[in-house]
């Protein structure tokens, strides 16, 4: 087989396999947000004060990732009183679950399968 034709087959075999990369997604694999949103991906729809003391950040950090989540329409939020109080909820939006799924799919795309 010439160099050619051994080209050739590899461009063939690249074209065919899947990109690892496909799905993954820069704004979600930041750590504090891919925690983020696996936390909300699990619970569906959480109290901005409980994300903060389940993740252990502060207030600022995680004001700060969510503005990014949400600027990018992977996050919502709802203002809500609860007990006398102005409470935030955030979840995933579809658009969120869709990315951070895809996500997770990269990563094991690109760890290969369990040995």
């Known amino acids: 087989m010439s160099t050619e034709d051994r080209m050739r087959a590899e461009?063939?075999?690249?074209?065919?396999?899947?990109?690892p990369l496909t799905?993954?997604?820069?704004?979600?694999?930041?750590?504090?947000?891919?925690?983020?949103?696996?936390?909300?991906?699990?619970?569906?729809?959480?109290?901005?004060?409980l994300v903060q003391r389940q993740l252990g950040l502060s207030a600022s950090?995680?004001?700060?990732h969510v503005s990014v989540l949400m600027d990018a329409g992977y996050v919502e939020q709802r203002k809500a009183v609860r007990n006398t109080r102005q409470r935030v909820w955030l979840r995933l939006?579809?658009?969120g679950q869709d990315a951070y799924q895809g996500h997770l799919a990269a990563l094991r795309a690109i760890v290969g399968p369990p040995q």
Not at 11 to 19: C, K, N, Q
Not at 61 to 64: D, E, F, P, R, Y
């Open 93 to 95: 939006t579809q658009r």
């Open 23 to 49: 799905g993954f997604d820069a704004t979600v694999h930041a750590p504090n947000r891919l925690r983020i949103c696996a936390l909300l991906d699990t619970a569906g729809e959480a109290e901005f004060g």
């Open 61 to 64: 950090v995680l004001s700060k």
């Open 11 to 19: 461009d063939r075999v690249s074209a065919e396999a899947p990109d």
